[in-house]
């Protein structure tokens, strides 16, 4: 009987047991739930302070999605992108460096390393490779002279292109978030400015005979380096080329090393793409141009087309123009790159017509889409919007790239833009810079701000009076002047 009793009261003992683990179980999970719910919320909560530009609002959410859960990657990258938006780089390092403790697994962790790799190599830089370019709270951009232009260029100006630069020293300048302003570096060039682990590289005007030169980011420690080109900032590195009989392309690499991908011995290399993870770019050939790409890692370097005068036109194979046969425009989609080829003729290289064709990244699959004639406006630029399984070509400007349109209502240029799902968005008029210019020119867009340079030209387009270097704040519509030049 005593047995029967103790048997009875282990059986009752372990069900209390079996009974108060489940309570701690649910606990435990309505915890996680609730925990997971609360920090969710917190993110969408900064999310909306960031879409407002209340950046001071999201920080503290952030703060708190952090303090909820500090093991989650997601609100450490985040606050990180706002403090980079702010001009706040430090910060940014710092609560990226405390993530990195703080998360567990090797995907969280993963996740915080790209976002400290992105910062350091200048992925974050504001309008980076553009004129005016701002990175850690400070801005750079080339200060000219009325003698840095060719103002008088009657030939350019008719053919619509008023800003040419002579081959001259400019003067690079860094103004810091309180407007203090500072010449870090003279020299003959001009245009893009580019940041790549923590160094400035700027591109000679004479790419030709004169290499890139980068510098610490007070202008120290210049260096000439072993190329001549930029095209863009990725992940694996800054990439690069050089011209003439030996093109190449590159990757310079954080350890400074610099890895070739393409070679196109006694020949020339033409980059017209650099897209996640390839380079999309031409080679002369004896009957035209090849048409290739190859991987960033310098791998699957893949012959796309042969293309050649007669590709796009039915002209006699008697005439000679001056550039037979151009790609100048390309855009990815998934497995398949599409692209514009085309000639150039006549007194101003004017554009004569061409195709647009599309072709898998194997190589596989050329079919032309359509035809294009050179007198049509931004012919050699256009967009392939995807709309489910259709791929719908709208001609004018390269996706997410402002592109500059003539408005005939106003009779005059306005800067607009193809996005995502193929509709177009004006970022600025003619009236809104008609205080500036005439004209306009080096466009540039980063979402938030508009960068251009308004041209002011006399009435018959045979001399430039003044130009105008702006940018516009695309949230309050707000048109800065950072430099004007008279001539």
Same mark, same amino acid.
């Given at each position: 009987?005593?047995?029967?009793?103790?048997? +009875?009261? !282990?059986? !009752?003992?372990?069900?209390?047991?079996?009974?108060?683990?489940?309570?701690?179980?649910?606990?435990?999970?309505?915890?996680?739930?609730? =925990?997971?719910?609360?920090?969710?919320?917190?993110?969408?909560?900064?999310?909306?302070?960031?879409?407002?530009?209340?950046?001071?609002?999201?920080? %503290? !959410?952030?703060?708190? %999605?952090? *303090?909820?859960?500090?093991?989650?990657?997601?609100? /450490?990258?985040?606050?990180?992108?706002?403090?980079?938006?702010?001009?706040?780089?430090?910060? &940014?390092?710092?609560?990226?460096?405390?993530? /990195?403790?703080?998360?567990?697994?090797?995907?969280?962790?993963?996740?915080?390393?790209? #976002?400290?790799?992105?910062?350091?190599?200048?992925? =974050?830089?504001?309008?980076?490779?553009?004129?005016?370019?701002?990175?850690?709270?400070?801005? /750079?951009?080339?200060?000219?002279?009325?003698?840095?232009?060719?103002?008088?260029?009657?030939? &350019?100006?008719?053919?619509?292109?008023?800003?040419?630069?002579?081959?001259?020293?400019?003067?690079?300048?860094?103004?810091?978030?309180?407007?203090?302003?500072?010449?870090?570096?003279?020299?003959?060039?001009?245009?893009?400015?580019?940041?790549?682990?923590?160094?400035?590289?700027?591109?000679?005007?004479?790419?030709?005979?004169?290499?890139?030169?980068?510098?610490?980011?007070?202008?120290?420690?210049?260096?000439?380096?072993?190329?001549?080109?930029?095209?863009?900032?990725?992940?694996?590195?800054?990439?690069?080329? &050089?011209?003439?009989?030996?093109?190449?392309?590159?990757?310079? #690499?954080?350890? *400074?090393?610099?890895?070739?991908? &393409?070679?196109?011995?006694?020949?020339?290399?033409?980059?017209?793409?650099?897209?996640?993870?390839?380079?999309?770019?031409?080679?002369?050939?004896?009957?035209?141009?090849?048409?290739?790409?190859?991987?960033?890692?310098?791998?699957?370097?893949?012959? $796309?087309?042969?293309?050649?005068?007669?590709?796009?036109?039915?002209?006699?194979?008697?005439?000679? +123009?001056?550039?037979?046969?151009?790609?100048?425009?390309?855009?990815?989609?998934? *497995?398949?790159?599409?692209?514009?080829?085309?000639?150039?003729?006549?007194?101003?290289?004017?554009?004569?017509?061409? #195709?647009?064709?599309?072709?898998?990244?194997?190589?596989?699959?050329?079919?032309?889409?359509?035809?294009?004639?050179?007198?049509?406006?931004?012919?050699?630029?256009?967009?392939?919007?995807?709309?489910?399984?259709?791929?719908?070509?709208?001609?004018?400007?390269?996706?997410?790239?402002?592109?500059?349109?003539? *408005?005939?209502?106003?009779?005059?240029?306005?800067?607009?833009?193809?996005?995502?799902?193929?509709?177009?968005?004006?970022?600025?008029?003619?009236?809104?810079?008609?205080?500036?210019?005439?004209?306009?020119?080096?466009?540039?867009?980063?979402?938030?701000?508009?960068?251009?340079?308004?041209? #002011?030209?006399?009435?018959?387009?045979?001399?430039? $009076?003044?130009? !105008?270097?702006?940018?516009?704040?695309?949230?309050?519509?707000?048109?800065?002047?950072?430099?004007?030049?008279?001539?």
């Amino acid at each position: 009987m005593k047995t029967k009793n103790n048997k +009875m009261i !282990a059986t !009752a003992i372990a069900i209390i047991f079996l009974i108060i683990a489940i309570i701690i179980s649910l606990v435990f999970v309505f915890n996680n739930r609730h =925990s997971a719910k609360t920090y969710n919320n917190k993110l969408e909560e900064a999310q909306k302070y960031v879409s407002k530009l209340d950046y001071k609002k999201a920080e %503290a !959410a952030y703060i708190k %999605a952090i *303090d909820i859960d500090p093991k989650q990657p997601i609100a /450490y990258v985040e606050l990180a992108d706002v403090y980079v938006t702010i001009n706040e780089q430090d910060k &940014a390092e710092d609560i990226l460096e405390k993530g /990195y403790k703080n998360v567990e697994g090797k995907e969280n962790k993963k996740i915080i390393k790209d #976002k400290q790799e992105e910062i350091k190599d200048g992925m =974050s830089a504001v309008n980076n490779g553009g004129d005016y370019v701002t990175y850690r709270g400070k801005s /750079y951009y080339w200060e000219y002279k009325s003698t840095s232009f060719n103002a008088s260029n009657q030939r &350019a100006i008719t053919y619509g292109h008023p800003l040419q630069y002579e081959d001259t020293s400019n003067d690079l300048v860094c103004v810091d978030d309180k407007g203090n302003k500072k010449t870090i570096y003279s020299g003959k060039n001009n245009g893009n400015i580019w940041v790549f682990n923590n160094r400035i590289y700027v591109i000679p005007s004479n790419t030709y005979s004169d290499n890139c030169t980068s510098m610490d980011l007070d202008g120290s420690n210049t260096k000439e380096e072993y190329f001549n080109s930029i095209y863009g900032v990725r992940q694996e590195g800054l990439v690069v080329g &050089a011209a003439g009989d030996d093109g190449s392309l590159s990757i310079l #690499k954080n350890n *400074d090393k610099l890895e070739r991908i &393409a070679y196109a011995h006694f020949n020339s290399i033409k980059v017209v793409l650099v897209s996640d993870t390839r380079v999309y770019y031409t080679t002369n050939a004896d009957s035209g141009i090849n048409f290739e790409c190859v991987d960033l890692d310098g791998k699957n370097n893949v012959h $796309l087309a042969t293309l050649t005068q007669s590709s796009w036109c039915d002209w006699s194979d008697d005439y000679e +123009m001056k550039i037979p046969v151009s790609v100048d425009c390309a855009q990815e989609i998934g *497995d398949e790159v599409y692209f514009q080829f085309g000639g150039y003729d006549g007194s101003g290289n004017s554009y004569q017509g061409g #195709k647009i064709a599309k072709v898998k990244t194997d190589g596989t699959g050329f079919t032309e889409i359509k035809s294009i004639d050179g007198e049509d406006e931004g012919c050699t630029a256009f967009t392939a919007c995807k709309s489910g399984d259709k791929v719908e070509i709208k001609q004018g400007g390269t996706l997410n790239k402002p592109f500059i349109s003539y *408005d005939a209502g106003s009779e005059s240029y306005k800067a607009v833009v193809y996005t995502e799902d193929g509709s177009k968005k004006e970022l600025l008029s003619g009236k809104e810079y008609a205080s500036y210019g005439n004209d306009l020119e080096s466009l540039s867009y980063t979402g938030d701000e508009l960068f251009f340079v308004a041209v #002011k030209v006399n009435d018959n387009y045979t001399q430039c $009076l003044s130009y !105008a270097y702006c940018k516009k704040d695309l949230k309050t519509n707000k048109i800065t002047v950072y430099q004007q030049v008279n001539i």
